[in-house]
């Protein structure tokens, strides 16, 4: 619907190299938050409740739903600290309308929450596996 009525968005191709780093960063956080969902197994039952709720967080405070510009000032400023908008709409944001301000606002956030998921989830691993019992036979 965007398209016929405002046209395609302005790609430049200084915006290719930029978008590729940050979906790369999100995937991987995005990997990070799903290895701590599967983690959570050595707890949990059942994972799945943990899944959706995941899924639930990015679709709405990631922006896939509703794009982050239209939530109201408080909430769009919480959500673009929050982990989730740098895994959906960041990346998407960067490649439509890219500017290095924002780019490297993005990037050292990526960074951050990559780095600080790793931090948990080697924690949870480490606790995890303590919880472990293994029987040979």
Do not use: C, N
Request: charge should be neutral; glycine fraction near 8%; avoid cysteine.
């Amino acid at each position: 619907m965007t398209w016929p009525t405002v046209g395609p968005p302005v790609v430049t191709p200084l915006a290719v190299l930029p978008t590729l780093l940050a979906i790369a960063a999100a995937i991987t956080l995005k990997g990070m938050f799903e290895v701590l969902i599967g983690l959570s197994a050595f707890w949990l039952e059942d994972t799945m409740p943990a899944e959706w709720i995941f899924s639930k967080l990015l679709l709405t405070l990631g922006g896939t739903f509703l794009p982050l510009d239209l939530f109201p000032g408080w909430l769009r400023d919480l959500s673009r600290e929050l982990p989730f908008a740098s895994i959906a709409y960041a990346p998407a944001r960067t490649f439509v309308a890219f500017d290095w301000a924002s780019f490297g606002q993005l990037w050292l956030g990526q960074l951050v929450w990559i780095v600080l998921a790793w931090v948990i989830v080697s924690v949870v691993f480490g606790r995890a596996t303590r919880r472990m019992v293994a029987h040979g036979g």
